[in-house]
């Protein structure tokens, strides 16, 4: 079983700037790409940014330019900065990581959430 948990969200201001953590533990022998999601209520999950073992990114066009991913893999630990933050960014940020433990698998944390407002 692998844990991810989720760190650093919270209320900004529009403009401001937030960085999240997601460290994940348990039973890992492995872990390929790991990511971030986020969900508003009534939306589908969408994609935030994702990043592979060899440090390739992507991005949602609604993110490019403002925000970065990486990931330390000694750490088992994906970050996500995220600057000139808009009210549109709020939401539930997941974190994602593609884990093996002898077979491979998704794994998800438990979400933290991400408000922009004045």
């Known amino acids: 079983q692998v844990q991810l948990v989720e760190s650093g969200g919270g209320l900004v201001q529009p403009g401001g700037s937030l960085r999240l953590s997601c460290a994940a533990s348990?039973?890992?022998?492995?872990?390929?790409?790991m990511g971030w999601y986020r969900q508003v209520p009534g939306k589908q999950r969408e994609l935030v940014a994702i990043?592979?073992?060899?440090?390739?990114?992507n991005y949602a066009d609604s993110v490019k330019g403002r925000c970065a991913i990486s990931r330390d893999n000694a750490k088992n630990t994906v970050y996500l900065e995220m600057n000139s933050l808009k009210p549109g960014d709020t939401a539930v940020y997941y974190c994602?990581?593609?884990?093996?433990?002898?077979?491979?698998?998704?794994?998800w944390g438990q979400g933290i959430q991400v408000t922009v407002s004045s």
């Open positions: 994602y990581a593609q884990t093996y433990a002898g077979v491979w698998y998704d794994s």
């Open positions: 348990g039973r890992i022998l492995g872990i390929a790409d």
């Open positions: 990043i592979t073992r060899g440090e390739n990114t």
